[in-house]
C-alpha cells in the first residue's frame, strides 16, 4: 500500500511517498505559480522513481503546507504544524523542539513524547529568518547558497548586522562590503543576526532538548552550528534530508488514515 | 476681518459632524441599535464640550488613563485623551501612515506614536493642563517628552503622577498623596475648589456602573457566551474611563448592555448558535479587534470571552470620608484600571489574571498578543506558558501592534490562528 504526503511550501513543493512504515520516494521541486500544478509535478516525479504511475496508484494523500488548500487530488489537509511534529518525531522519538525554517516562514514548535503539537510559534512578520532572506543576502554577496553558507563557516570574526529585514540588511551588507569586510565575516555576522532573530521565536516556545533544524534552510551547516552555540545545546541531525520533515508527517497520517480506511 | 482657527479644532469639527450624521442615519434606520446610539451621543457630548472649551477659552486637560478622572470630574474640568478620537476615526483618516513618518521610535506602541504625531500635526486642541502618569509603560515618558517638546504644548503646565511600584496599602497610601498634589495642582490652575460631595456623586455613579459591568461580566461565564466578542470591554472602558467620569448616560448604557445580555441568557441563547470554542484576549483591545472578533465568530465559531479591558475587578469605593474616597480612587487607578493592573510592579497579577480568567471562564485557549508596546509582558511569557500549561490550555503568541493593523496583517493572523486551531482541535476543527 503506497500513500503521500505533499507539502506545498511557498518556495518548494515536497512529496513523500511511503509503503508500510517505509520512505519508499522523496523529491523536492520548486514551487510554480500553481498549488495544483506543483502538487502535481511533485507527486508524478516521486511516482515514477519508484514505478508507480499515476495518483491513483496512491492509497491515501494528505497535504500540509501553506498552498495545500484547494488541491483537487489530495484526499485530506492536515496544519503544517502537526505534520512538522509528526514527521520529526518520527525521525526521533527523543525530539521536543522542533526549528523549521522554510522559504518564507520559520516556526518553533514543542513537540511531547508521543510527537504531539504542545505549542508553536511563528514568524508572522516578513522574510527575516527565512529562505527568502538567506537567498537575498547571497545575491548580495555575489554567491550561490552553498557558497554562502561555506563562506559563514569559515568566518573567525563575524561583523555585526543589526538590521534583520532584507531591505536594510542589504545596504548594511553593501557598506560592509565598501568598507573592506572579509565576505566571510559578512556571511558569518548575517547568520548570526538571523539566530538572534530565531532565538526570540525559540524562548516563546522553550528550547527543550532534543533540538532539531527542519526546512531547506537545515542544509546550511553555518545556521546550525551558529544555533548550537547560542542555545548551548547540539541539534540533531536526521537521517532523512531535513527539507521533508513536514511532506513525511502527513505521509505519516496518510498512512494511519488509509489504515482506518481499509479496515 | 477673518480669524485664525484655534489648532487643532478643524480635526473636532470633523469628528462632531461625522458624528452627527452617523447618529442621524442610525436614528432613521427601522432598527436603529440603541446601545449604539447612546455610546455615539456620548461621544458626540464629549467632542462638543472639548470644542467649547478649546473656543471658549474654557480650561480642559489632556490626560491618560488610570489619572483618577473621578477627581477632574467632580471638579467640573473636561479633560480628552489625545489619542481616542484618531482611535474611533482611524477608518476615516490617514493617521495610521502619518506616524510613520513621525518622531517616535519604531518599536514603540501604535498609541504612542498616535498621541506623538496628533499633538505634532496640530490635531488636538492646546490644552489648559497637563496630567501625565508614568505608569504602564515607558513609552508615557517618551509621549510627554515629546508634547512638551512642541511649540503649540511647551508652555502647557503639567502635573505627572506618580505610581508605587506594588499594591500593598503603602503604596496606595503613597499615591494618595500624589491625588492629594495632583488636586492642589489643578486648583491652582483653574481657580476651582475640588468640592468633595460632588467626588461623593462622581464615585457613587462610578461604583454603580462598575457593578453593572461586573454583572454583566458574570454573565459572560454562562456557556455557551450570551455577548459577543470583546463586546463590554470597547464601550465599557470608553464610557467609564475615557469620557467624563461618573455620567449618568454612562450608567445608562451600562444597563443597556446587561440587558441586552441578560436577555440572552434567560433565554438560554448564546451569542453565537453555535459555539465551539471560547478565548482569553490577554491584553487590552486595540484598533485590530472587531474585524479579528468578526472573523473569530464566523469563521469558527469562537467567542472571545474576556480580555484584560473587560475584565473589571474594581472594588466598591466607600464614600464615607474625604480619606476613603481617595485610598479608593488610589487602590482602583493604580492596580485595577486594565494595563497598568498587568503591566505594573512584579508579574503576579497578570499570571493571576490569566488563570482566574480561564477557570471561571470556561476558556479552551489564550491568545497572547505580544503587543509591541508590552515588552514587560512579553518578557514574562514564559511564566504565562507554564501557567497555561498547568491549566491544560493552548496559548498562541502573536507579535502584534494591537493599535496599528499594518504590524500583523490580517491575513497572516488567520493564516497563524487556523494553524492554531487546526493543531489543538479548536473552532471549526473542534
Ligand atoms: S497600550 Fe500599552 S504600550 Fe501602549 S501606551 Fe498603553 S500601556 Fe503603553
Redesign the pocket.
Known amino acids: 500500500m503506497f500513500v503521500a504526503g505533499i507539502d506545498l511550501g511557498s518556495a518548494t513543493g515536497k512529496v513523500v511517498i511511503m509503503e508500510n512504515d517505509r520512505v519508499a520516494s522523496t523529491v523536492v521541486i520548486r514551487s510554480t505559480a500553481s498549488p495544483e500544478k506543483t502538487a502535481a509535478l511533485a507527486i508524478e516525479e516521486a511516482a515514477s522513481k519508484i514505478g508507480l504511475k499515476a495518483v491513483s496508484d496512491l492509497e491515501y494523500i494528505v497535504g500540509t503546507g501553506y498552498g495545500r488548500s484547494g488541491v483537487s487530488f489530495i484526499t485530506e489537509n492536515i496544519s503544517e504544524i502537526t505534520c512538522h511534529a509528526k514527521g520529526a518525531h518520527w525521525l526521533n522519538p527523543g525530539i521536543r523542539t522542533v526549528i523549521d525554517v522554510g522559504g518564507q516562514d520559520c516556526k518553533v514548535i514543542s513537540v511531547n513524547a508521543d510527537g504531539k503539537v504542545i505549542e508553536f510559534a511563528m514568524n508572522d512578520k516578513c522574510a527575516a529568518g527565512t529562505g527568502k532572506f538567506f537567498e537575498a543576502m547571497a545575491r548580495t554577496l555575489d554567491c550561490s547558497l552553498d557558497e554562502f553558507a561555506a563562506l559563514a563557516l569559515r568566518s573567525g570574526n563575524p561583523c555585526s548586522i543589526t538590521k534583520q529585514c532584507s531591505v536594510f540588511a542589504e545596504s548594511e551588507v553593501i557598506t560592509l562590503i565598501n568598507n573592506g569586510e572579509r565576505q566571510e565575516d559578512i556571511a558569518g555576522g548575517l547568520i548570526d543576526s538571523i539566530v538572534r532573530r530565531l532565538l526570540s521565536m525559540i524562548y516563546r516556545v522553550g528550547a527543550v532538548p532534543q533540538v532539531v533544524l527542519t526546512g531547506g534552510c537545515a542544509r546550511n551547516m553555518a545556521l546550525v552550528k551558529s544555533l548550537e552555540v547560542s542555545l548551548g545545546i547540539p541539534v540533531i541531525r536526521t537521517k532523512e534530508d531535513p527539507q521533508i520533515t513536514g511532506a513525511l508527517g502527513a505521509a505519516l497520517f496518510a498512512q494511519a488514515k488509509a489504515l482506518i480506511q481499509n479496515k | 476681518m477673518t480669524t485664525k482657527p484655534i489648532r487643532g479644532l478643524e480635526r473636532y469639527y470633523e469628528y462632531r459632524e461625522r458624528w452627527k450624521a452617523i447618529i442621524s442615519d442610525m436614528e432613521k434606520s427601522p432598527v436603529p441599535n440603541p446601545a449604539l446610539l447612546a455610546l455615539f451621543r456620548l461621544f458626540l457630548e464629549n467632542d462638543e464640550k472639548t470644542i467649547d472649551c478649546a473656543e471658549n477659552n474654557k480650561p480642559f486637560l489632556s490626560s491618560w488613563y488610570g489619572n483618577a478622572p473621578e477627581i477632574y470630574a467632580a471638579m467640573g474640568i473636561h479633560y480628552i485623551c489625545v489619542v481616542d478620537n484618531l482611535l474611533a476615526h482611524q477608518s476615516f483618516t490617514d493617521d495610521l501612515a502619518g506616524i510613520d513618518a513621525n518622531i517616535v521610535p519604531d518599536d ?5 506614536k498616535l498621541g506623538a504625531y496628533a499633538v505634532e500635526k496640530g490635531l488636538v486642541p492646546t490644552p489648559t493642563g497637563m496630567i501625565a502618569m508614568l505608569e ?2 515607558d ?2 515618558s517618551v ?1 510627554h517628552e515629546s508634547w512638551i517638546n512642541n511649540d503649540a504644548w511647551k508652555d502647557v503646565p503639567y502635573f505627572a503622577l506618580d505610581p508605587a511600584y506594588r499594591s500593598g496599602k503603602e503604596d496606595f497610601e503613597y499615591f494618595v498623596g500624589e491625588l492629594r498634589r495632583m488636586i492642589a495642582f489643578l486648583e491652582n490652575l483653574t481657580g476651582i475648589k475640588l468640592d468633595w460631595n460632588r467626588l461623593r456623586e462622581v464615585i457613587e455613579e462610578t461604583n454603580k456602573q462598575y457593578e453593572i459591568w461586573d454583572e454583566y461580566n458574570q454573565l459572560r461565564r454562562a456557556v455557551p457566551c450570551p455577548g459577543g466578542s470583546f463586546q463590554g470591554s470597547g464601550i465599557g472602558w470608553a464610557i467609564s474611563q475615557h469620557i467624563m467620569a461618573g455620567h449618568p448616560g454612562a450608567t445608562d448604557l451600562f444597563r443597556m448592555l446587561l440587558a441586552d445580555e441578560e436577555s440572552r441568557y434567560k433565554a438560554n441563547k448564546g451569542w453565537l448558535e453555535k459555539e465551539n470554542s471560547r478565548v482569553l484576549w490577554a491584553d ?1 483591545i ?1 484598533t485590530v479587534n472587531a474585524p479579528i472578533g468578526e472573523w473569530l465568530e464566523k469563521e469558527h465559531g469562537t467567542v472571545v470571552v474576556q480580555d484584560f479591558q473587560g475584565y473589571t475587578p474594581y472594588s466598591h469605593i466607600d464614600t464615607s470620608t474625604e480619606e476613603s474616597m481617595l485610598l479608593g480612587l488610589a487602590k482602583r487607578n493604580l492596580a485595577e484600571v486594565p ?2 493592573r498587568q ?1 505594573r510592579g512584579n508579574v503576579d497579577v497578570f499570571i493571576e489574571d490569566v488563570i482566574r480568567i480561564v477557570e471561571d471562564y470556561k476558556i479552551d485557549c489564550v491568545f497572547f498578543p505580544g ?1 509591541v ?2 515588552k514587560d509582558q512579553s518578557a514574562s511569557v514564559g511564566f504565562l506558558r507554564e501557567a497555561c500549561r498547568e491549566l491544560g490550555v493552548p496559548l498562541l503568541v502573536l507579535t502584534m501592534d ?2 496599528d493593523p499594518r504590524y500583523l496583517p490580517m491575513d497572516k493572523f488567520t493564516h497563524i490562528v487556523n494553524e492554531f486551531f487546526e493543531t489543538h482541535k479548536l473552532g471549526k476543527f473542534k
Not at chain 2, 514603540?108 to 504612542?112: E, F, P, Q, R, S
Open positions: 514603540m506602541c501604535g498609541l504612542i504602564p509603560c513609552a508615557q509621549l487590552l486595540g494595563m497598568i503591566a503587543h508596546g508590552h494591537i493599535f
